[in-house]
């Protein structure tokens, strides 16, 4: 039971300081010191330990021998990479959606859609944020091959990351609203083309937030 409560707590913090970077109150660089954040979650300091190990394997930490871990910092090149393989994969995600797709997936996938689109217009960002990002998570399902699961787990803290904070929340619901059009119809070749532009604009928005735009 005590090893069960630990890995509990391990989760409980990961998620916690997971959240703070996605979310942008622990920026690129900074510290993440165990002891200062025992502290502040009232917690001993090997949960803090065992998430920031845990954050490392998710891409979003680093850590050097007898140094802090840090908040890792993205180059360009490490957000063109990321973009690159997001762009490959979930170009495929998308179609198979669209050939594949039944009337229950498809009816989650409008739930979603209307979530996010409820949300913007409410101007409520985190959870239209959180509507984006399982509008395109959600492809796996009706793409219905596990083996995109496993690959999408490997990226989704990045992923969430770099490509899911959106500044007009509105514009990314219309965008998605489209795309949703496009799988309800079947239509491979619009929602292809939608997709691709959908991706690549947010890669470049990813770029201008990062700071590595001109770089």
């Keep these: 039971m005590g090893a069960e409560n630990g890995e509990l707590e391990s989760a409980r913090v990961a998620r916690m300081l997971r959240d703070d970077i996605v979310l942008g109150r622990r920026l690129p ?7 200062d954040i025992a502290a502040e979650l009232n917690v001993s300091r090997l949960p ?38 997001r762009l490959t994969v979930e170009t495929l995600l998308f179609v198979y959606a669209a050939q594949r ?24 960002v985190h959870e239209a944020m959180a509507m984006a990002e399982k509008f395109h998570e959600y492809m796996t399902v009706l793409a219905g091959n596990e ?39 079947r239509d491979v070749e619009l929602v292809r083309e939608l997709v691709t532009r959908h ?17």
Excluded: C, N
Excluded at 29 to 35: M, T
Excluded at 101 to 124: C, F, K, N, P, V
Excluded at 199 to 215: D, K, M, Q, S, Y
């Design 48 to 85: 803090v330990r065992e998430a920031i190990r845990s954050l490392v394997g998710e891409g979003i930490v680093t850590t050097r021998p007898r140094s802090w871990a840090t908040v890792r910092r993205f180059t360009r090149k490490d957000i063109e990479d990321l973009a690159e393989v």
């Design 29 to 35: 660089g900074s510290r993440l010191v165990e002891r």
């Design 147 to 185: 083996m995109f699961m496993e690959l999408g787990a490997v990226f989704v803290t990045r992923l969430r990351w770099l490509f899911g904070r959106h500044e007009d929340l509105m514009a990314e619901a219309v965008e998605h609203r489209a795309l949703y059009e496009a799988i309800q119809a």
């Design 199 to 215: 991706l690549e604009l947010g890669a470049l928005t990813a770029l201008e937030r990062f700071g590595v735009a001109g770089a």
């Design 101 to 124: 797709h039944d009337a229950e997936g498809l009816q989650t996938l409008l739930e979603l859609l209307e979530r996010e689109e409820r949300a913007a217009i409410a101007g409520e």
